[in-house]
DNA sequence: ATCCGCAGCATTGTCGACAATCAGGATTGA
DNA sequence: TCAATCCTGATTGTCGACAATGCTGCGGAT
């Protein structure tokens, strides 16, 4: 249960929220392919339901990049190829080291325990040779999730959890993320906290950045071999 | 004429685009005053369409955070506080830091001497103590938005130029953003771009940070004196 | 006098139908 | 044979009406 998908914790009132978190769920997983095109009738009529609720979640879908339209011809579902990755990359080390450093200013010590908890339970997880538990329940995004958190930045919170980590997601979804970076990957998680919880901000800014970075270069490494 | 009101270059051939638009000018220079409460049947029959376009540009509206909406109760104007725009700072020195560091690697020489070219406009305009011409025509947004353009990341693009910006000119027409920091600010901008044509994507990162930092704290003081 | 419940009203959410627009294929002319 | 054109079919955009939900004011009870 990650911390990451906190949408399904409204009682989702109206029927177009409800066909929005189905659907972005079943584009970042894959249940509807990516690059597919949409058609509204056939969707409402999958869906049980009529065209109006079905285009205001088009709409929201579009406002996050899941899906692009055009006026008069439909919406597809992104595909998302190299140079978008790594855009989002880019963006990513940017608002993650600003929120790292935010997150050594103010998060809270509670927030901070709570971190290192979490990272002990991956060490124990990685420990035990389990990558395949660590990614798949995704405790690298819900680690990312905490710390955006703890600074408190509400606009940061939104951009990257209700945008960027869906992206994310739907390329570990769709390429079959291996896990040959976990150890290193944790070693980084560890030292991030570490100068969270010495109230470093400098140094966590400068910690998440090559964080990301390294993935980044991972991900490229493996895009053109 | 800024570059920064592209959007009404294309010929918007749906309505709900056509109302998109013309709601976020209005909400961004004042037309509809901040933490209104929007019904749509009244501004359906104001703009003389049906209340399907109006609640797709509501839509709209509301994933770039210009109105608040809840389920069954109706959408309101955002209002601003000072908290939310200082966070919307802290985004921009991180994104723009980025931007400026991509720009300096990639831009290509012909913005670059475009740049230049603006930048002495500007300087033409303050030195005849034109400063409210500077300010009035948004030369700063336009500085800022052909850097974040000159990288050619999209999604960096698609967060600045269609969210924050956005937010930063409805402070500034709510307030009345006073320029005695013109001066410096343009300075500033100097130091950037000469960074950006030397190549230097480290500096012109620092740099451009630093900028965004004097902003942010020019405004905390006329915040809360 | 204050608080609780209820009814009425206004607003939002949802639906089905009509009009406008675009994509693709058949047709005709050079 | 190739290209341009028109037509057809389907899909999207828009509209008005109905149903569901939340707010408001009043009446009554404590």
Redesign the interface.
Known sequence: MTKASNASTEPS??IA?RIFDQMRQAIVEGGIPAGSKISEPVLAARYGISR?PL??AL??LE???LVERR??VGARVIQLNSD?LL??Y??R???E??AAR?AAERMPEGAIEELKALLAHHRGDIARDDWQTYFQEEGDLDFHFRIVQGGG????V??LCNDLYHLARMYRCQFGMRSERARDALKEHELVVDAIAARDGELAEWLMRRHIRASREAIARRLVP
Chains 1, 2 share one sequence.
């Open positions: 009132s109206t929220d109006g285009r205001e709409r929201r406002s996050i990049k006026a008069n978008q855009e989002i880019d963006v080390e940017a608002l080291g600003m935010i930045n509400r606009r940061l939104d951009i």
